[in-house]
């Protein structure tokens, strides 16, 4: 068979392609045509990636798409989505991604650990380890629900798998709420295979992760990505020198914790975010960062989540529930607002309502076991301030 193929050199073969190659300009030179060729396919097989197994990580999978948007990624944008994601939150997904995909939601089951951690949420985020079966792509980057883009991320592409930022609890560990992939069947089945061989450390997908890519910490410093890509919202003020010095630079940031965005309430005509659900103890988010989720959710999301629920109701996570009417007629009313705070510097938020009164004093005692427990109180009493006027008075 072999001998019936003709043998022919690279300019019969040239001409030969250009009578089947769609759209060919010999005025083009040949290496010009193949950088517009390349980069056409690069930005066409490339894509973020990010999962969302319930309807309140649906709802931070769309202000991360949004945020994608508004900065003008040239990558594709691929959500991974659970069977209980309401119909209507599917649709909206649909409108900002170019992809959205239904996958089984996998259970660690491992309540050991993830009781250590005090996050029985976790088990389910083993459901990440699908991004792996997207090899219609050549590289992606993977990004949790609970993320917001602040500026363009395109150049994380040129990084390597498994590129990702240390995580602030133990740096020696990347946090998997950001990391740069390549997709591939082979590697998913070993993932799926290690973890039914060796569990994970954390009950979720960064022990699994962090085992496995195992030399993350010391093979390849170009795998480490800087901090700025994955900023942790709850560790900002436990540096508060460094985050002045470099938080102006932060590309993403990382609502880590228990208590997410979609967890406060928004009063969409002053602009403020209201606190009522978190628990007392837990570190508070960033209030800068939070404001401007709320902004990206209340002017790009929730608009489109009155259109596709109609009638139905639903959590708006706006203060006092209206009807959608009314709602529609807030956002209406304070959308040119809302779009120019969303555009600012992280100005702070002119909300005319007065402040609201300081916690109560918490006893030494019950302040130190917060502290072994991870749960400082890092915007109050054991602030960077209050611990460095304490140390002052020591050293004086």
Known sequence: MWNLIPALDCSQLLSICQLHIKGFNPNLTSSSGHRAACSQKTMADQAFVTLATN????????????????HKTTKKLVALI????????????????????????????????????????????????HCWTLTHYSKCVFMDADTLVLSNIDELFEREELSAAPDPGWPDCFNSGVFVFT??????????AFCSENGSFDGGDQGVLNSY?????????????????????????????????????AKVVHFLGKVKPWSYSYDAQSGEVKGHSVAPGLCEVQPDYLRLWWEFYSGAVLPALLEAYGDTPFN???????????????????????SSSTSSSFAPSSSSS???????????????????????????DDSFVHIERKLDSFLK
């Not at 649906?58 to 508004?70: C, E, F, N, P, T």
């Not at 996998?106 to 250590?116: F, I, K, N, P, R």
């Not at 093979?219 to 942790?232: E, G, K, Q, T, V």
């Not at 918490?362 to 427990?373: C, G, I, L, M, N």
Request: glycine share 6%; hydrophobic share 35%; net charge neutral.
């Open 213 to 249: 890519f195992n030399t993350w910490a010391t093979a390849d410093i170009s795998r480490h990505l800087p901090f700025i890509y994955n900023l942790s919202s709850i560790a900002i003020y436990s540096y508060l020198p460094a985050f002045k010095q470099y938080g102006h630079k």
């Open 55 to 70: 309807d309140n990580y649906a709802k931070g999978a769309m202000v991360l798409g949004q945020s994608l948007r508004k």
């Open 82 to 129: 659970g069977p209980h994601v309401a119909e209507p939150c599917r649709r909206v997904l649909e409108s900002v991604y170019d992809e959205v995909r239904l996958v089984d939601v996998l259970e660690s089951g491992d309540t050991a650990h993830l009781a250590l951690m005090k996050r029985p949420d976790l088990g389910v985020t083993f459901t990440k380890l």
């Open 354 to 380: 007065s402040p609201p009164p300081p916690p109560p004093k918490v006893p030494s005692d019950e302040r130190k076991k917060r502290w072994e427990a991870g749960q400082a109180d890092y915007m109050g």
């Open 316 to 338: 708006t996570g706006c203060v006092d529930e209206k009807s959608h009417e009314e709602i529609r007629e807030i956002l209406t009313s304070t959308s040119q607002a809302a």
């Open 183 to 192: 997709p591939s069947n082979e590697t998913h089945e070993k993932l799926l």
